[in-house]
């Protein structure tokens, strides 16, 4: 499952950007195209029958690196099946297909083009609808400390996991006649308040907490979000947090330059982690928190110490994309190897985590260098690219 959560974190980084098809220089005798087809067949997976009604159906072209080139639209017939002809093939293409179903977008996994036969079958999964909670968890949630000027900011990170066989949606009901899928809570004072995807109308902010209203399809990591925000703060703070939902870990991490402090009852910790480009933090654990149930943590700057050099507080927090970066190698991938090279200890297996981590490093600091303008969106997109596809070869 570790493996899975960090594959899914990754590829928020693939989907992150879009490319432009190239274009070709003519020449006097243009090379020949080789087209092919892809078709396939929707199912139900919770009666196991093909879905009779007509469906929109788009078909997306990506490069090795999960770019998006190119998308088709198509309807869906009477027996469940679908079918894209006249496509060009090239062996570097993959293809996925997304169905609409109840309102729910679904796709299948992506497929590489077959070359020989000039065809690619893929399933289109798609499942009924509930608004039951009963088989929805937190797997882990991750909560970033850091100090600024004029205040704290926080970051948290959610891995949510549905074990439900159908998927979840319209929960709750929001104002302006709109349904949410989750509720998560936020200090009454949190300012600044930013999210990871930035999905257009995807959370609705509400007095004292947020909610997600993308649909939760069933699977193990289904879900990853982050919100960050802005609180006060004055030398001691108290974290209070009431779990929406069940919660099978909360990581708490404060910067280890910070001579800060954590307490709190059933807090395991510190643990330090010191991440490739050479920052420490310290890390404090708490394990198996009910839907319901408060935690409460008392922050404790031990003694002042000089501010960061940052252009800005707030900025910095509006700088998602190397926040997200930053967020997934010094926690997702972190706990991911630390749970691996457990395991592969055991066994006597030696692992390629620490190149994967380092390739994740490289495309974090080549977000930040393009989101500070110091690198052109061409060279950005080539080099994200060539790091994708040398990640995607590792997992």
Do not use: C
């Amino acid at each position: 499952m570790m493996r899975v959560i960090a594959y899914l974190l990754i590829t928020i980084f693939a989907f992150s950007a879009y490319t432009a098809r190239p274009v070709l220089a003519q020449s006097a005798t243009p090379p020949a195209v080789l087209v092919g087809e892809v078709r396939g067949t929707i199912i139900n997976r919770n009666s196991g029958k093909v879905v009779t009604e007509s469906l929109e159906v788009m078909l997306h072209v990506l490069d090795q690196g999960l770019v998006d080139l190119d998308m088709k639209h198509a309807q869906s017939q009477p027996n469940g099946t679908f079918i894209f002809a006249d496509i060009p093939f090239d062996p570097n293409l993959q293809f996925t297909v997304m169905a609409v179903y109840d309102g729910v977008t679904y796709s299948s996994d992506p497929t590489p083009a077959e070359m020989q036969s000039k065809q690619v079958v893929v399933d289109v999964p798609v499942y009924d609808t509930t608004n039951d909670l009963a088989g929805v968890q937190i797997d882990q949630m991750h909560v970033l400390f850091d100090f600024a000027q004029d205040g704290l900011e926080t970051k948290e990170i959610y891995v949510v996991s549905s074990a439900s066989n159908h998927t979840v949606k319209d929960v709750y009901q929001l104002e302006s006649n709109r349904a949410a899928t989750l509720k998560f809570p936020l200090p009454d004072d949190a300012d600044y308040i930013f999210f990871k995807p930035d999905e257009q109308d995807r959370f609705v902010k509400f007095n004292g907490g947020f909610a997600d209203t993308s649909p939760l399809l069933p699977s193990a990591g289904s879900s990853q979000l982050i919100v960050s925000y802005l609180v006060p703060y004055d030398g001691e703070r108290e974290y209070d947090y009431t779990a929406p939902l069940n919660v099978a870990q909360i990581n708490f991490l404060v910067p280890d330059q910070a001579n800060a402090s954590l307490q709190g009852p059933g807090l395991s910790g510190p643990e330090s982690m010191t991440l490739q480009n050479g920052e420490s933090y310290e890390v404090y654990s708490y394990f198996g928190l009910n839907a319901g149930q408060t935690i409460s943590i008392s922050l404790d700057r031990k003694v002042a110490t000089e501010p960061s050099k940052t252009n800005n507080t707030k900025g910095s927090i509006a700088r998602v994309t190397a926040f997200l970066g930053f967020a997934i190698i010094g926690v997702g991938i972190w706990w991911w190897r630390r749970s691996e090279n457990m395991q592969n200890d055991e066994n006597g297996i030696h692992s390629n985590e620490a190149t994967l981590d380092g390739l994740i490093l490289e495309i974090a600091q080549l977000d930040e260098e393009f989101e500070q303008g110091n690198l052109s969106a061409e060279a950005h997109q080539q080099g994200r690219q060539s790091l994708m596809r040398k990640a995607k070869r590792l997992l």
